[in-house]
Nanobody, 124 residues
């Protein structure tokens, strides 16, 4: 069983930055692909970014490409989502997810473990 704990959310003005962190338990973290998803009020959960187990492959949704960066530190069992140029439409609960295999995916049904989420609010 893998436990994921997100942190780093908060309130920020449009144009600002935040870095989300997701700390994972377990000794096999480096084998897992990791993803970030988000869910805004009244909307379905959507893909944000994903990174392969090796860290060599990353995917981004079109809405965040060029503004967000996903990375991982396997020594710390942590995956990050650095967010720049935040917009009010980025307001959502952000979830970290892990797959038991190393291939990154963009569909939430591909992920086996989920964190509890962290709120990001971007004011205009």
């Amino acid at each position: 069983q893998v436990q994921l704990v997100e942190s780093g959310g908060g309130l920020v003005q449009a144009g600002g930055s935040l870095r989300l962190s997701c700390a994972a338990s377990g000794r096999t973290f480096s084998r897992y692909a990791m993803g970030w998803f988000r869910q805004a009020p009244g909307k379905e959960r959507e893909f944000v970014a994903a990174i392969s187990g090796t860290g060599g492959i990353t995917y981004y949704s079109d809405s965040v490409k060029g503004r967000f960066t996903i990375s991982r530190d396997d020594l710390k069992n942590t995956v990050y989502l650095q967010m720049f140029s935040l917009k009010p439409v980025d307001t959502a609960v952000y979830y970290c997810a892990a797959r038991r295999v190393g291939f990154a995916e963009i569909t939430d049904s591909s992920y086996d473990y989920w964190g509890q989420g962290t709120q990001v609010t971007v004011s205009s």
